[in-house]
């Protein structure tokens, strides 16, 4: 993934801030260009919605409906049902505010994180380089999940914020080196000697001058991370290292495939498919928008 710089040597960058109503309208108008773009974005707010106000609006039914155990997909079942005869939709439903939050909490992190220190690096060098990237290749050196599930041992996964900060912790270190590159490539550029020459803060120059150029970057590897994450902590529950009192298409998978016995149970199938088609899609609308957000934050980006 490469970063298309849209400034010159010797000019700041046009870019305006992102709640500039002009840079709102030329967003959306390069979001609706390809039918793709807006098909991603959908799906995106889809699940959003689906996290924040489906439980209230489809919620998991209870008590348990015996009748209805391992119903086939129909009007009133959508996607079947499970071994409690429990609409698998009403399950991804209410899965999907932990399996979202945790993951938004994690790219949240991941991008503060990965971002603040890798600008921090290239810009002052020195020392303070030295000890951030030996810091960065310490965490890059650490093989990530082996690592989430040792931390699943003592650490409280069973609350999304936390799953999303440890997370969050252990994945900033590629953004932080990238980040770091093209800082280095930029802190020699003219605008930045301007503002050097006109004494303005090197904050000012880090959020202001340097930050808006690497837009693009951060905002596709903060869409990443979403996705990357939600893989993670479904991988997690799926594993069953962590309680299942949790509602998370990870728990889904696993009930589904060591306690349903889905892999030999056409019966049970729907149970096993529905989270994978969940993922599936919500994947699937990541990748479509990611590439309206490498034209909106590079606008000189240029299309076969």
């Known amino acids: 993934m490469s970063l298309a710089v849209s400034t010159s040597s010797s000019s700041r960058p046009s870019n305006g801030p992102s ?9 959306w108008r390069i979001i609706v260009k390809k039918p793709g773009r807006l098909i991603g974005l959908g799906i995106i707010v889809l699940f959003a919605l689906m996290a924040i106000f489906g439980p209230y609006l489809y919620p998991k039914q209870l008590p348990i409906n015996p009748n209805a155990i391992y119903a086939p997909i129909s009007w009133r079942y959508p996607l079947g049902t499970d071994f409690e005869g429990t ?5 991804i439903i209410t899965g999907a ?10 790219a949240v992190f991941t991008v503060v994180f990965g971002t603040a220190l890798g600008l921090i690096s290239g810009y002052y060098l020195g020392w303070t380089d030295s000890v951030i990237m030996r810091i960065t290749d310490f965490i890059l050196t650490i093989p ?43 802190r020699e550029r003219g605008f930045i000697e301007a503002a050097r020459t006109l004494g303005l803060s090197p904050f000012h120059i880090l959020f202001r001058e340097i930050l808006p150029n690497v837009g693009s ?25 962590v309680p299942f009192q949790v509602n ?34 919500l994947t699937l609308g990541v990748v479509l928008f990611l590439d309206a957000v490498d034209e ?7 299309e076969a």
Do not use: C, D
């Open 19 to 27: 709640g500039h109503p002009s840079f709102l309208k030329n967003a």
């Open 87 to 91: 609409s698998n939709l009403a399950l």
């Open 97 to 106: 505010r932990y399996v979202l939050f945790a993951a938004a909490m994690a």
């Open 144 to 186: 990530g999940f082996p690592l989430l599930v040792v931390l699943s041992t003592v650490w409280n996964f069973g609350q999304p914020v936390a799953m999303g900060f440890v997370l969050g912790i252990t994945g900033w270190g590629g953004l932080a080196r990238a980040v770091r590159s093209q800082t280095l490539s930029l």
């Open 217 to 241: 970057y951060i905002a596709m590897n903060l869409l990443l991370a979403v996705t990357g994450s939600i893989y993670a902590e479904v991988g997690l529950f799926f594993l069953g290292v």
């Open 248 to 281: 998370n298409w990870g728990v889904m998978l696993n009930l589904a495939v060591f306690s349903a016995g889905a892999m030999s149970s056409a019966q049970a199938l729907p149970y096993l498919l529905s989270p994978l088609l969940a993922l599936l899609i």
């Open 296 to 302: 909106i934050f590079n606008p000189r980006l240029k």
